[in-house]
């Protein structure tokens, strides 16, 4: 939409959207395009300055929730009323809800939240991991006995330090490298 009606400067306004509004009350659905229309700028609008800049992303939102509330109750539209009124009134609870929701939820906007990045990894990485394992189980499960004994005490962390181990050490990493080479080209 592009600029909001002016209101207070434009009576007829008001008049047209009550005589919309009594449209709608007898079952009349062509009133609702006309309706919805004028309404829309005024209720963002009202939306918008009651949720503050630090809720902008809520506005759209909220001001839909209300308007298909409005557009629900439109059978019960009292003519002695004021269809902007109304509609506005009906805004206002809407904003309530949106802030007792937010307030329950105790979530914020995602900005927010990046500042607070998880030092976890992401489940995409969580599974590059676990696939990677299992490559190297599968490779280390094509070596001989000796090897895989030798190489799970690596893994284990439970190892002599002596100069037999490593040498036995280095020709299993070596035939595990080859390997892989071999069958993955890397």
């Known amino acids: 939409m592009s600029s909001a009606p002016s209101w207070t400067a434009a009576p007829e306004l008001r008049s047209e959207l009550n005589a919309l509004f009594l449209r709608l009350a007898d079952g009349d659905r062509e009133a609702i395009d006309p309706a919805y229309r004028l309404l829309w700028p005024a209720v963002q ?27 629900e109750q439109a059978p019960r539209f ?6 902007l009124a109304w509609a506005l009134t009906i805004a206002g609870w809407e904003v309530r809800t949106s802030r007792t929701r937010a307030r329950r939820s105790r979530t914020g906007p995602l900005d927010e939240a990046r500042g607070h990045v ?15 394992r299992q490559l190297l189980a599968d490779a280390i499960a094509q070596l001989s006995p000796s ?21 036995r050490r280095e020709r299993a990493m070596a035939r595990l490298r080859a390997f892989l080479r071999d069958v993955h080209g890397t």
Do not use: I, M, N, Y
Not at 120 to 131: F, G, K, T, V
């Open 78 to 83: 009292d003519p002695a009323r004021d269809a």
């Open 118 to 132: 998880s030092a976890e990894a992401s489940p995409e990485q969580q599974a590059l991991h676990a696939a990677e």
């Open 45 to 71: 609008g009202f939306v918008g300055r009651a949720l503050g800049p630090a809720r902008t992303h809520e506005v759209d939102d909220v001001t839909q929730a209300s308007l298909l509330k409005l557009f």
């Open 147 to 167: 090897d895989q004994a030798v190489l799970a005490q690596v893994l284990a962390d439970e190892h002599p330090s002596d100069a037999t181990f490593r040498k």
